[in-house]
């Protein structure tokens, strides 16, 4: 996604792409979660519209 980005943004600025390098602003990232009662949260963790709501939202 962050190369789209910067290609995206080359593009507007010179209308052209020329290699470059980059990282996150944060260098470590994850998630982690933990089910404490998986009977009574099963619903949502494996439910994939929970997630690609999740992850829209990180994005």
Known sequence: MYGLLKAAE???RSGRIVPTAGKP????????Y???????EKNWYFSKEYW????????
């Open 10 to 12: 080359q593009i507007r």
């Open 25 to 32: 602003a944060t260098a470590m990232r994850g998630i982690r």
């Open 34 to 40: 933990f089910l404490h009662n998986e009977e009574m």
């Open 52 to 59: 690609d709501q999740y992850f829209s939202m990180l994005a």
